[in-house]
């Protein structure tokens, strides 16, 4: 399928430009600040809510999922993965996130999952699954039945939520500043740990299998963000749209890679908003 917009630009860039075009870290000057307050906000609310927290799916140490429920029996649950370009971070860093859902009205689920290069982003994908495989089966065991689980995640986060909405465990998807298109990233520095192959690149690249996520997949990003990871996320809404797919492009003005989580950390915020609208049709 032919990519709209201007996805061949990047083939123009040598290597180090085309780590520039996505370093996110480096493009914004307070996102080391912005990692240290997520940290320090969520440990407090890991230590408020310590009895759901790192429910194993997998025989490695990140292999946890850590749950936070809104006090509602049967509430629509959030699954959310964390980003870090698959080789840094965890979901430790990122149970704030859970804040605005909680307030709307949903359960949320932090999922952990092993970084690269201990394991290769084929692996990582799997776990994610098999976490989302393990969420499901722990609500049977509880009675819950199928409730509605809505998948999402930011910047590699992003990346694996959109994967997942082609999963039969998902029924909705909120994809944050995501990657959908691997073949760029193969192309720059990240890919000295990574190692990506051409057959990883074809077949957990997102915009190759918009066929697969026929349920509504909200593609969210930030208006200051680089122009590459805008260039991401407006090529894989056009994508799903011309294969007939249920997609909703989001562009939060003001907002760069980090400050856009303030609008899910937030009750009032757009994502929370977003992902309440999707768990509840």
């Not at 990122?94 to 909680?102: D, Q, S, T, V």
């Amino acid at each position: 399928m032919t990519l709209l917009c201007d996805a061949a630009a990047w083939r123009g860039l040598d290597r180090a430009a085309l780590t520039r075009a996505y370093d996110n870290t480096g493009a914004v000057a307070d996102s080391a600040e912005r990692l240290a307050g997520w940290r320090a906000r969520s440990a407090a609310l890991r230590a408020a809510r310590p009895e759901t927290l790192d429910l194993a799916y997998g025989p490695r140490p990140r292999n946890r999922i850590d749950r936070f429920a809104c006090g509602v029996k049967g509430a629509p649950l959030l699954a959310f993965i964390h980003g870090g370009y698959w080789l840094r971070n965890a979901k430790e860093d990122f149970a704030c996130m859970a804040e605005g859902p909680l307030a709307l009205g949903l359960d949320v689920a932090l999922i952990g999952y092993t970084l690269a290069p201990e394991a290769r982003l084929t692996q990582i994908a799997r776990e994610i699954r098999a976490a989302l495989g393990t969420l499901r089966a722990h609500d049977a065991a509880a009675g819950l039945g199928r409730r509605t689980l809505v998948v999402s995640g930011w910047s590699a986060g992003g990346h694996l939520a959109a994967l997942a909405s082609g999963w039969p465990e998902v029924d909705a998807g909120l994809a944050i500043s995501g990657i959908f298109d691997l073949a760029p990233v193969r192309a720059t520095a990240l890919d000295d740990t990574l190692h990506l192959s051409e057959d990883e690149v074809a077949s957990l690249s997102p915009i190759r299998h918009v066929a697969e996520s026929i349920v509504p997949l909200v593609v969210a990003y930030g208006a200051r963000e680089l122009p590459e990871l805008q260039r991401q996320s407006r090529d894989y809404h056009a994508v799903r749209l011309s294969a007939g797919r249920p997609s909703l492009p989001m562009a939060l003005a003001d907002h760069d890679h980090f400050s856009i989580l303030d609008a899910l950390i937030a009750p009032d915020g757009a994502l929370a908003r977003a992902a309440a609208d999707l768990a509840r049709g």
